[in-house]
C-alpha cells in the first residue's frame, strides 16, 4: 500500500506536464476550441493513446489507474482534444473485443492517431447513462445486415472516422456492437458543439448496410463491456475534474497573492486563507477517493469496483463545483470574463459532471451497493 | 471492507489475528458501554479493563518499540489495530499517557526518566493528563503564563491550567510552563507533576450537558524537583511541538467513525420521522467517510516520513471532528420528541455523565461540540494547513 507516484507513474506525469508547457499555454476561456490533428499525433507518439491497451494489442499494457494519472496529469490543458472520451470509451472497447481483421485494422489506426473513433451507444438526449434499453435493430439479410435506429450524445460522433454503434440483431435481445465507417450511405451525423468545446452528435441509421465482419465480437455479453467503457469513462472524467481543480486551486491562489487591496495582497486576509484551504480539503476528499477507485479498478476491474467510481465520480461533481464557485467569487468580476482560464474550467467541469453518469445516477449505483436504504 | 486487495499477505493476516482477538476478548457489554460513550475522550475505568486484556501482546502500546515495553507495531499494523478495534466497538484508549507522554519521554528523557515514566504508563501505575491551555491562552498556546521559579534545586508553580481532561481521575499531570518572564518560546518548559503535591486543588468544570470532562487545575506556590523537567530548560516548545505531532502516528478515527455512520443508519431505518432526501444524505457521508479513511491512512499513516507532516495531521483532524459533527447533526435531524424522554434504556454507565437526563447520544452529540476546538481548534489547524499552501506556492 503506497500512495506515493511510483518512478513509472512520475514519469507519465512528467511527461504530460512537458507537453502542456509546450503546447497548451492559452491563458483564457475561448481561446483554441478546435481538434488538432498535429497534437492527436504526438499523444499516439507518447503511446498515451495505448496506455490502458494491452500490450498484445499494440498498447502499453499498463492498469487502468495509471491511465487516470495520466488523465488528471493533461486535465490542466483543458484541452478540445477528446482524449478522455477516445481512450475509455474507443480504447477500451476496442481493446475488449477478440481480435479479428477489422478490428485489428482499426484499432491500429486508432492507435496510430490516425483515426478517431466514436461509441454511439444512447438514443436519447434525456437519457441517463447506464442501463439504457437499445431500440437500434440490426437486420440480417443474407451476407449482410442492415440497420435502422436513432443515436443520441455521441461524443465525437462527427469528427471521428468510424462509429461503434451498439444493436440489437433482428428481434433477439442480444446486443451486437458494430464497426460503421462515417461514409457508410444511410448514415447522418448531426454535430452539436459543446459549451465547453467539446463535440457531440446525433446519429440517424437508415438502412445503413454492412458486411457482417462489422460486427465486433466479444468473450462477454456486449451490453457488460459497454457498460465496463462507460464506468471507465466515469472514473476517467473524475480524474480530469480533479485535475482541473486543483488547477483552479492554483490560479485561485496566484491571484490572491497578486491582487492588492486596502493596501495589502488579498491573501493577507484570514478569511480568503480559510477559503483557500476549504478548497484544498475538498481537493484531498476527492483525491482519497480516485486513489480507492484506481485500486479497486485495477484490482477488481471496472465493473466490481463501480461503488468506488461512483463515489469518485459523485464527488467529482460536488468539489468540481465548490472550486469553480469559489475560484469565480475569489477572482472577483474579472472571474466572470473570458480573459481568464477560470471560466474555461468551470464549463469543463459542469460538462464532466453531466457526462458519463450524472451524480444523482451515481448516487443510486452508490446506494444500491452500500444498501443505503 | 476497505482494504481488500489493497493489504500485503503479511498485514491481511495481521487483521485476521485483530479480529479473532476482538471475536475472542470483545464482549457484548463492553461494545454497548462504548456505544453509549457520550465523548470520543476514552473512559478511564472501561479502557482500565480493555488495556488489561490488550496487555499481553502490547497491543495498547502498539506504536511504542519493543524496547519499551510496546509491541512496535508498523504504523500499518498499528493503523490496522486501531481502525479494527474502534470498527468493533472497543473501548478507546486514553492518549495522554500512551500517546502523548510515554514517546515523548522515549524522544527526550533522560536515561532515568525513561525507566521511571514508560514503564508505569504502559502498566497503567500512573494516569496522565494534560496541562496546556490556560484562562488566557487557549489558541494561542505559545502565551501561557504559569511561571516555574528555580529556587535552589526545585521548581515553585505558580498559575493555572484549564480544560484539563480527567484531571479528576489523572495522578499525573504534563505542563507547558514558563521558565523565564520573557514572552519568547524559548522562555517555555515542560514539566511533569505529581497531581498529589502540596499546593496543586482540581476544580471541575461541568459541561452544559451535565458530563464532567473538563477541570481547572490550581498551583499555588507547587515545588517540584528539578529532575521534573522534561527536556531541558527553555526548549518546552519543542517538546510540546513533538507531543503535539505524534498523535498522527498512533490516533486512528476511521474505524470508530465508520461505527458511529452504521449506528445512524441502523437508527435512519427505524425513523419516525423521515427527513426528505435522507438515504441520499447518508450516502454522501459515506461517500465522505470513505474519502476520510483514505485520507487518514494516506496522510497520517502511509506517508509519516514525510515532509509537511504537521499541515497533514491539520488536514486530518479538521476532517475526522467535522465528520464527526456531521454524523452526530444528522442524527438529531432525524430524530422528535422522543428524545426529551431520557429512559433509563437509553443511557450506559459513563463515568462522566453526573446527572442531566438525556439519551447518550445525545450527551454525545453536545459534547463532541468540543472536537473542533480542542487539541488546536480548526481555525488554528486551518491556519497551519495554510502556512503549507503558502510554502508550496514559492517552491
New interface residues.
Partial sequence: MDFHAAPEQQALIDSAVRLLQDHYSQTTSNARTEFDAERWQQFAELGWLGTALAEGNGGLGLPESMLNILVEALAPAAMPEPFVSQVSLAGYLLNAASPSARRDECMAKWLAGDELVALAHHEAREQACFGQPVHTRATARGDELVVQGHKAVVLDGGRADRLLVSARLNDSAAMLLLLVPQDAPGLEVTRHATFDGRELADVDLNGVVLSRDARLEFAEPVATRIDAALRSFALHLAADSLGTAKALFKLSHEHLAEREQFGVKLVEFQALQHRLVDMQLAITRLESLLALARTRSDADGVSSAREFIAAAKIQAGVVGRHLAHESVQLHGAIGMTEELLVGRYFKRLTANELLGGTGVEHLRVFRAQRALS | M???????DE?AQFREEVRAFLAEHLDAGMVAADDAQRSMVADPERSKAWIALLRPRGWHAGHIAKEFGGAGLSP?ENYILHYEMGLHGAPALPPMGLYYVAPTAIEFGTQAQRDEIVPRVLDGSDYWCQGFSEPGSGSDLASVAMFAERRGDAYFLNGSKIWTTDAQHANKIFCLVRTRRENTRDALSFMLVDMAAAGVTVRPIRLFSGDHDFNQVFFDDVEIPVEALLGEEGNGWAVAKFLLDIERGAFVFGGRLRRRFVRL?ERAQNCATPLAGL??K???L???L??????E???GH??LDRSNADAEAS?VK??WTELAQRIDELHIAISGPETLYADAAARGASTRDEGIAMPDWLAGYFNNRAASIYGGSN?VQ??L??RA??QQ?RR
Fill in positions: 476497505l482494504f481488500a486487495g489493497q493489504l500485503s498485514q500499518i443508519c438515504w441520499d447518508l450516502a454522501q459515506d461517500i465522505e470513505l474519502a476520510y479513511e483514505v485520507t491512512l494516506r496522510l502511509a506517508a488536514v479538521i476532517e481555525e486551518r491556519n494547513v495554510y499552501l503558502k506556492r
